[in-house]
């Protein structure tokens, strides 16, 4: 999500009117540095947000994007890094995969159409859906859908109602894929390979407790472009000048919490408690377990979160496995951590595992590829 940050803050700076083009990956085949969704805007000066790569196709992009932004016409552009000698297009790639990237023309300052869009996402951190055509025998390179985080949809154009409506569709198909390729056969002997993706909002953190310790947490998270909210009941602890970064700052006690108009913890939010205080953890728990957010961490021994839980378990709150399966005390990856910002890097990591559903593990213990396999095209029902 950083990098959508900074591509919304590059088309902001860019003067009204002026072109730009924007490189997506929509298909690896093999191994890539980057997977499919990642983007890169580049403007006339050759200024750029985001990668595509590890850094060897970004030179040859600039070049790609400069060329769409003169013609005025998308383009698909095709890097193979298979070829035995490893020299491919002068680039010396070396990831032994296929990269497809869709160069597409853009104009500053518009509100509709893709900038307008990702602005808006980024804006109202809600998610929003892309199906956009990547090869197709009768439409456009670049033909697009747009469901809006409104719930509002947008085509390039309105004349093919059949079109939109088979799009929509895909979004439905893959509701539950951040991206997926899906081939469509429309009326009159029509085809099209559709790229189709989720643009999330930042991952949610909200830290309880404003100590020196969560000092370094809050900077890997906001470094990582999360959304991060820091709440103490101190106001000495709770201050801009303590955490000048963080989205959101809040001096409240746990009492207040299930009252609270202005904190909000939704189920896909990521929670640390920091407070060093047994009594405060105890009370943010049974606020926080009955329903609990896709991770909550504790600082501390095991033994301190047993206790927390007998002490809940006394007075009447007893927990399933899949609620205390998301309870992670002590919270970390075991890296061997005693800093506090090693301890912050293993609480980052930890996060990071859950968000990704893998396990935390040296990589070079892992069986097969680094990534899972990205989607390939799925034939429409």
């Not at 407070?275 to 329903?291: G, I």
Request: net charge negative; hydrophobic share 45%.
């Amino acid at each position: 999500m950083k990098t959508l940050q900074r591509i919304v803050e590059l088309a902001r700076e860019t003067p009204a009117g002026q072109p730009l083009a924007m490189a997506t990956v929509v298909r690896v085949r093999g191994s890539a540095y980057r997977r499919p969704g990642a983007r890169m805007l580049v403007t006339a000066e050759g200024r750029t947000a985001g990668m595509i790569s590890g850094g060897c196709l970004e030179q040859d992009a600039k070049e790609r994007a400069r060329e769409v932004m003169e013609t005025g016409r998308a383009r698909l552009v095709t890097y193979d890094s298979t070829a035995a000698e490893d020299i491919v297009f002068g680039l010396g790639l070396g990831c032994n995969g296929i990269v497809q990237v869709l160069f597409e023309p853009l104009v500053a300052g518009e509100e509709t159409g893709l900038l307008g869009f990702l602005s808006s996402c980024v804006a109202r951190r809600q998610v929003g859906r892309i199906a956009t055509v990547i090869e197709s025998n009768s439409l456009a390179l670049g033909y697009r859908l747009l469901r809006w985080p409104d719930g509002s949809v947008e085509s390039s154009t309105s004349d093919s109602p059949s079109t939109d409506a088979a799009l929509l569709q895909t979004f439905q198909e893959c509701a539950n894929r951040r991206t997926a390729l899906r081939e469509l056969a429309l009326p009159d002997d029509r085809a099209a390979c559709v790229f189709v993706e989720a643009i999330t909002p930042p991952v949610q953190v909200t830290i309880f407790g404003a100590a020196d310790d969560a000092l370094p947490l809050a900077h890997l998270a906001k470094l990582l472009g999360w959304h991060v909210s820091v709440i103490d009941a101190r106001p000495a602890y709770a201050t801009r000048e303590r955490f000048p970064d963080v989205d959101a700052l809040h001096c409240l006690r746990p009492a207040a919490l299930p009252t609270s108009t202005e904190v909000v913890i939704p189920p896909e939010s990521l929670v640390m408690l920091m407070t060093h205080s047994f009594t405060h953890d105890l009370a943010l728990l049974r606020v926080l377990l009955p329903e609990p957010p896709r991770y909550v961490g504790i600082l501390g021994p095991k033994s301190r979160t047993a206790r927390l839980l007998d002490a809940l378990s006394e007075q009447g709150l007893r927990f399933p496995d899949e609620t205390l399966a998301r309870l992670h005390g002590p919270a970390g990856l075991d890296i061997g951590a005693e800093t506090p910002e090693e301890i912050a890097i293993s609480i980052i990591a930890e996060m990071q595992s859950v968000l990704a559903q893998r396990r935390g593990g040296a990589l070079r213990d892992r069986l097969g590829p680094i990534h899972d396999p990205a989607d390939q095209p799925a034939a429409a029902p």
